[in-house]
């Protein structure tokens, strides 16, 4: 399907409007287009596909040294679908956490939430707001004042759900090819609105959000202006 997109986006005043009025004590991202670089269906099945994105681990570790508590929150429907076990996506996520402090040696997850589910209708699972809720009340956090980024249609509709204002959607994963092959601006830019031409309007139901260029060009951009 062609997605022609015109974007009606906010001026650098507005952009900083939407940060937080500090930072948040919670930042939610999720894992694969955002952490790593994403691999594509059925994803990540085991360690050696596991590559960060640019900046990522530096950027966990500003968020760290600044007092935020940082957690993960993925599907991996590849574990109810049985071509991944559990053992094997914790060996995953110990890569994760391993190169995330080569990088950087503060670059600590603090908690990782995940939904091996493959019904959709599974309260925990994305684009349902289960697990992001879930990550507020164990981290005592409103979840109007913790910060999502995510790169998938999905991850926008959840932090919707689950009442989060600030929202950050990633060129990396799926991000650029959701927002119809248009990379994002440096610096990030509020999408207040969009005018999109085609079968599915959802996206125009997540708006505002936040469009970066990368998980770390986001915590530049959260840090910036809180």
Same mark, same amino acid.
């Given at each position: 399907m062609v997605l022609l997109l015109i974007l009606v986006a906010a001026t650098v005043a507005s952009a900083v409007a939407f940060a937080p009025?500090?930072? @948040?004590?919670?930042v939610l991202l999720d894992r694969d287009g955002v952490i790593n670089e994403d691999v594509g269906a059925p994803g990540v099945v085991c360690k050696t596909q596991f590559e960060l994105t640019p900046g990522a681990g530096k950027a966990i570790g500003i968020l760290k040294r600044l007092g935020?508590?940082?957690?993960?929150?993925?599907?991996q429907s590849?574990?109810?679908?049985?071509l991944l076990t559990l053992s094997e996506l914790d060996e995953i996520h110990k890569e994760m956490q391993k190169r995330l402090l080569q990088t950087d040696g503060c670059a600590v997850i603090d908690q990782i939430y995940v939904c091996t589910s493959v019904d959709e209708n599974d309260p925990r699972?994305? @684009?349902n707001p289960g697990m992001m809720i879930e990550a507020c009340q164990d981290w005592g956090v409103d979840a109007a004042e913790s910060v999502f980024v995510g790169d998938t249609l999905t991850d926008m509709q959840a932090a919707s759900a689950a009442g989060m204002s600030t929202r950050i959607l990633v060129e990396t994963g799926y991000g650029f090819g959701l927002m119809g092959s248009q990379s994002a601006p440096s610096p990030p830019q509020l999408i207040e609105k969009t005018r999109i031409q085609t079968k599915n309007s959802d996206l125009s139901m997540v708006t505002p959000f936040l469009y970066s260029t990368n998980l770390a060009e986001a915590v530049n951009w959260l840090v910036g202006n809180c």
């Amino acid at each position: 399907m062609v997605l022609l997109l015109i974007l009606v986006a906010a001026t650098v005043a507005s952009a900083v409007a939407f940060a937080p009025p500090s930072l @948040p004590k919670l930042v939610l991202l999720d894992r694969d287009g955002v952490i790593n670089e994403d691999v594509g269906a059925p994803g990540v099945v085991c360690k050696t596909q596991f590559e960060l994105t640019p900046g990522a681990g530096k950027a966990i570790g500003i968020l760290k040294r600044l007092g935020c508590n940082v957690v993960v929150i993925t599907n991996q429907s590849c574990v109810g679908k049985k071509l991944l076990t559990l053992s094997e996506l914790d060996e995953i996520h110990k890569e994760m956490q391993k190169r995330l402090l080569q990088t950087d040696g503060c670059a600590v997850i603090d908690q990782i939430y995940v939904c091996t589910s493959v019904d959709e209708n599974d309260p925990r699972k994305k @684009p349902n707001p289960g697990m992001m809720i879930e990550a507020c009340q164990d981290w005592g956090v409103d979840a109007a004042e913790s910060v999502f980024v995510g790169d998938t249609l999905t991850d926008m509709q959840a932090a919707s759900a689950a009442g989060m204002s600030t929202r950050i959607l990633v060129e990396t994963g799926y991000g650029f090819g959701l927002m119809g092959s248009q990379s994002a601006p440096s610096p990030p830019q509020l999408i207040e609105k969009t005018r999109i031409q085609t079968k599915n309007s959802d996206l125009s139901m997540v708006t505002p959000f936040l469009y970066s260029t990368n998980l770390a060009e986001a915590v530049n951009w959260l840090v910036g202006n809180c």
